[in-house]
RNA sequence: GCCUCCAUAGCUCAGUUGGUUAGAGCGGCGGACUGUUAAUCCGUAGGUCCCAGGUUCGAGUCCUGGUGGGGGCGCCA
C-alpha cells in the first residue's frame, strides 16, 4: 500500500517527527482517545492519539475492538508513560468495520475451549498471536539448523503404499466411491481400480523413505505432516501433526543422541534468542493461570527460567535396564503412588516418565536401549539379546518428544526380526534392498514439532500450537 | 477405546437440604468524563438453566438416556 509502514520498522526506527500511514487491527480504544493498534508485524502495539472532536462520531463509533483502520499522522514521542512513541492521529481510514454485538470474540480473558470454537478468529489473541510467532521461528530454525549442519531436506511422499511400520492407524486414500466400491469375483475389494492399483494411506512416518535419502546424500531430514488415524484423545495427540525426522548414515545410536540433544537445544536457544517479548508473555501467562493453583500444582519454574535451564543442563542419559531399576528402588513405588509395576520387558509408562524427568533428574533424560519386543522391526539389536538400540528423549510437562534408533543394518538380522514380528518382506523390497546394496550403519529419529512447539510456548494442550487442529471428531477448520 | 468431571446471559462464573420473580463481573447498547495503559462513573437491555424422558405439590438443583466439551489413561511424536 502506498506509503503504509509497519509497525515493527517504526518501533525500531523510531522516526520522529515524521508523518506516517499505518494499518492495522485495533486492540482497544481507551477514552475515546488512545487508539491501540497492532498490524502482526511484531507482537508490540502501537498507540495513536485520536483528538476525538476532531473526527466524525460515526466513524469513532466504529473504531471497536479488532476492527481494522488505515491511520495517517505524525510520530511523536509519547507523553504517557508505558510507550516510547505514539502517532497523532490526523486521518483515520475504517477498512473494516468489527461489529462488537456480534463478534465473538471480546477484550478479556476467554478460555482455550471458547477459543478453539472461534479458530478462525483465535490467532488475533495475544497468547495465540505469541504461539503462532514462536511456532514460525521454531519451522524456521529446523531448517537452519540442519542445512548449517550438512543436512538435506528430502521431501518424503504423504500418500504412501506401505502399511508396514507400525507406527499406527492409518487414513486411507482412495478416488472410489464409496457407496459403490468396485469388487473382485471373490467379493473383495478390487483395488486394482484404485486410482494407485493398490491400496494407498496418508503417511504415518518418512523415516523410511528417509532412510534411502540418508544412503545416498550421508545426512538427510524431512519435516512435512504425519497421519494418524489413531483415537488418541489427550493434550499431546493430534490426528494430523508435523513431524521432523533426521536420518543419518554412518551414525551409531551415541551420535545420535548427541544430535539429538544440541537440536533441541538449538530450537530452544533461537526461540529465546528470537522472541523475548512474545515468551515473556507466555511466560506471565501462566503465572497468572496459576496464581489461584496450590503450590503443589504450580509448575517448579517459570517457562524462560526452564528453557534456560534445560540448556545449561546436559540431558541425563539411562538406559531402559537401568531406569527400571531406579523406578523399582524409588520411594513413589514403595510407597504404591505408581498404578502400573515398572517391570522388566514393559513400556515405560506416563507416569514412569514422569518421576524420571520430574523428580529423579529434574532435566531431560535419554532412555535407550529398550526390549526388542516392545520396539519396532526396524531397530539395530544389541549384543546382549534381549535389547534394541532405540532411544526415547522425555521431557517435563510433555513426556516423549523424540523417538529414536539405530537402524538395524543387517539385512539376516532384519529379515528374522520381520519374519517374527508378521512384517511382510515383499512389500519393503526396496527397504531391504538398501541392506542387500551398499548398506551401512545409520540412525535418525523423530520430532513431534508441535509438543517441541508446546514445550516451549509452556502451552497445555498441542491443539493450541496448529493452527487448524484435527482430533477424533473435529475438522472444522 | 477406557475412566472421570462439566454444560446457567455474548464471555467467565455463582446459584444453599428441591421452594416465590434467575444472579454477579466483564462485554453490548445509551450517556457523562478525559493523557489513558484491562481507564473510571451512571443508566439499560439481555436467559428454551444443552436436549429428551422421569421422580415430585414443586426441578437450574434429584434420576435415566442422549449430545457437546474438558481432564486423566492407553496408543505415540
Redesign the pocket.
Known amino acids: 500500500m502506498p506509503g503504509r509502514t509497519e509497525i515493527v520498522k517504526l518501533l525500531a526506527e523510531q522516526p520522529i517527527g515524521s508523518e506516517v500511514k499505518v494499518m492495522g487491527w485495533v486492540r ?1 480504544f ?5 487508539l ?1 493498534l497492532n498490524d502482526g508485524s511484531c507482537f508490540q502495539n502501537l ?1 495513536v ?1 485520536v483528538d ?1 472532536e476532531r473526527f466524525d462520531e460515526e466513524l469513532l ?1 466504529k473504531i ?2 479488532h476492527a481494522c483502520v488505515a491511520v495517517t499522522g505524525k510520530l511523536v514521542e ?6 516510547d512513541i ?1 502517532v ?1 492521529a490526523e486521518q483515520i481510514e475504517l477498512l473494516g468495520a468489527c ?3 456480534a463478534y ?1 470474540l ?9 477459543l ?1 470454537e472461534n479458530a478462525h478468529f483465535r490467532m488475533r489473541t495475544n497468547t495465540l498471536n505469541a504461539v503462532f510467532r514462536v511456532r514460525h521461528g521454531l519451522a524456521y530454525a529446523v531448517h537452519k539448523y540442519f542445512h548449517d549442519n550438512g543436512f538435506y531436506y528430502l521431501h518424503s511422499p504423504i500418500i504412501t503404499a506401505s502399511d508396514a511400520e ?3 492407524e492409518m487414513f486411507h486414500v482412495t478416488t472410489f466411491d464409496l457407496a459403490h466400491v468396485p469388487k473382485t469375483e471373490e467379493g473383495e475389494v478390487d483395488w486394482k481400480q484404485d486410482f494407485f492399483h493398490r491400496p494407498t494411506n496418508l503417511t504415518v ?1 518418512g523415516q523410511l523413505e528417509a532412510e534411502v535419502g540418508a544412503l545416498a546424500l550421508g545426512k538427510v531430514y524431512t519435516f512435512g505432516p ?1 497421519f ?1 488415524a ?10 494430523e ?1 508435523w ?1 521432523i525426522e533426521p536420518e543419518m548414515a554412518f551414525f551409531d545410536i551415541h551420535d545420535n543422541q548427541d544430535l539429538a540433544e544440541d537440536f533441541v537445544k538449538y530450537l530452544i536457544r533461537f526461540a529465546l534468542e528470537h522472541y523475548p517479548d512474545e515468551l515473556a508473555f507466555l511466560d506471565q501467562r501462566i503465572r497468572n493461570e496459576e496464581k489461584n493453583m496450590p503450590k503443589e500444582k504450580r509448575r517448579p519454574m517459570g517457562l524462560i527460567e526452564m528453557l534456560e535451564f534445560v540448556l545449561a543442563h546436559d540431558f541425563e542419559r539411562i538406559t531402559y535396564t537401568e531406569a527400571i531399576d531406579i523406578l523399582r528402588k524409588s520411594k513413589d513405588f514403595k510407597k504404591g503412588r505408581f ?2 509395576e515398572p517391570a522388566w520387558g514393559a ?1 515405560l ?3 514412569h516418565e ?1 518421576y524420571l524427568v520430574e523428580k529423579k533428574f529434574r532435566k531431560p533424560v535419554i532412555v535407550r536401549d529398550y526390549p526388542a519386543e ?1 520396539k519396532a522391526f526396524y531397530m539395530r539389536q544389541n549384543d546382549d539379546g534381549k535389547t534394541v538400540a532405540a532411544m ?1 528423549v522425555l521431557f517435563p510437562y510433555i ?5 529414536g534408533s539405530q537402524r538395524e543394518e543387517r539385512l539376516d538380522r532384519l529379515q528374522a526380526r520381520m519374519r517374527q514380528m508378521g512384517v511382510p518382506e515383499e512389500e519393503l523390497w526396496w527397504y531391504l534392498d538398501l541392506r542387500r546394496f551398499g548398506g551401512c550403519p545409520h540412525s535418525g529419529f ?3 514439532f ?2 517441541m512447539v508446546q514445550f516451549v510456548t509452556g502451552m ?4 493450541d500450537v496448529i493452527p487448524f487442529p484435527r ?4 475438522a472444522e477448520f
Open positions: 482497544s481507551r477514552a475515546r482517545r488512545f491501540v498507540q492519539v476525538f463509533r471497536q475492538f509519547s507523553e504517557g508513560k508505558g510507550q505514539e497523532l461489529p462488537a454485538d465473538p471480546q477484550p478479556k480473558r476467554m478460555t482455550m475451549e471458547f478453539r507400525g507406527a499406527g512416518s504425519t494418524r489413531e483415537n488418541s484423545n489427550t493434550t499431546r495427540h493430534l490426528a501433526f513431524m498404578q502400573f513400556d509408562q506416563a507416569e514422569r516392545i526415547d513426556g516423549e518428544v523424540i523417538g523423530g520430532l513431534g508441535e509438543r497445555g494442550n498441542i491443539r482430533t477424533p471428531g473435529n
